[in-house]
């Protein structure tokens, strides 16, 4: 039997046994080591999934996810270049018969054998999944960080070699921008956050930025403007989740004729935009939208990755509550740049 977290989409979640299956033909068993946590999966719990199919419930929760290589059907061992006992990254999105669905959102635990998310012991990876193998000399709390930098070395596409770029927002997303945008050139990176982010901006000058903006206590518009001599940023990225304010903020904070990539998820409509921006000062809008897990790996089996700086907090199942409290910033006095779950 394989434990697992399983949210019914009404802000309740519960813990079930569920059996491990057999891989189907085509497909493989995954041993559960890590998964982290990310604000979707907030979404998921308070019955909102932001993805094309729309979500499932009730359902195992949880994208961000390691594992080993349990059982494999030798099709499957072909394709994907992988054989049992090897540690792999999993691709979230999995190509069906109906079109392509996400695990730990897209899979009802009432479908097949239920296990398609990473809140559980087991995965099961069906047919039209993709695993990409990952260093075993690493702990593997840490190496769960290749999903948010799967979508960031996307994100940063609009960065180039020597662009000044602003990230909004030091969540994991924004640690995760950081990352890939240095990987991408950029000669200087500023980080914004509010004042209750004061640990994840001192995070974040540990990983790569070259300043960190406190928007409640200091001017940031006349702060970037100092930093970048007049210039203002070439790209700005709005990795803040919770709050469409950063989006008129990016606005402001980019240069004429750059670019600004929307990405943090905002739950809210947007107020006071003023599409005229775009026009007179030439700016172009960008959806963070993308996801390349195989470049992600990559950087991180190159050593090229601050992966210990990046763990943040991590949880066994039976304190999977403290794990969430912890990832909605509920716990008084206490914070983390990351926060996942310890299966294995």
């Known amino acids: 039997m394989s434990r697992a977290i399983v949210f019914n989409g009404d802000e309740t979640w519960e813990e079930r046994d569920l059996p491990v299956p057999d891989p189907q033909p085509g497909g493989a068993v995954l041993r559960v080591e890590a998964t982290g946590l990310c604000h979707s999966d907030v979404d998921h719990f308070r019955g909102h999934v932001h993805t ?50 996400i695990y730990g959102h897209d899979f009802s635990v009432n479908e097949g054998s239920g296990l398609y998310g990473g809140f559980a012991e087991h995965l099961e990876l069906l047919p039209g999944s993709m695993v990409y193998r990952l260093r075993d000399d690493v702990p593997v709390e840490q190496l769960t960080f290749f999903e948010p930098l799967s979508c960031a070395v996307t994100w940063v596409d609009p960065v180039k070699e020597g662009d000044v770029v602003v990230i909004e927002g030091p969540g994991h997303m924004g640690m995760a921008v950081i990352v890939a945008a240095r990987a991408a050139g950029a000669s200087c990176v500023i980080v914004t956050g509010t004042s209750n982010d004061r640990f994840r901006l001192d ?60 990405a943090g998820m905002k739950d809210r409509p947007l107020e006071g935009f003023h599409s005229d921006w775009i026009p007179t000062r030439r700016i172009t809008l960008h959806p963070g939208a993308g996801f390349d897990a195989e470049r992600a ?48």
């Open 52 to 101: 094309s199919w729309g979500g499932e419930f009730p359902s195992i929760a949880g994208h961000e996810i390691v594992g080993r290589i349990e059982k494999i059907d030798p099709a499957a061992a072909t394709e994907w270049g992988v054989a049992e006992g090897d540690r792999v990254a999993v691709r979230d999105m999995v190509f069906t018969p109906d079109g392509y669905r």
């Open 203 to 262: 995070c974040a000058l540990r990983i790569g930025a070259d300043h960190v903006i406190d928007v409640e206590a200091e001017d940031v518009v006349a702060r970037v403007r100092e930093i970048t001599n007049g210039q203002m940023a070439d790209v700005v990225l709005d990795a803040a989740s919770g709050s469409p304010i950063t989006v008129n903020m990016a606005m402001d904070l980019v240069r004429k004729g750059g670019g600004v990539v929307i």
């Open 297 to 344: 790996v990559d950087l991180i089996n190159q050593g090229k990755v601050p992966t210990a700086e990046l763990v943040g907090e991590t949880f066994p199942l039976d304190r999977f509550d403290e794990a969430f409290s912890l990832l909605t910033r509920e716990i008084p006095g206490r914070d983390a740049v990351r926060v996942g779950l310890r299966l294995g």
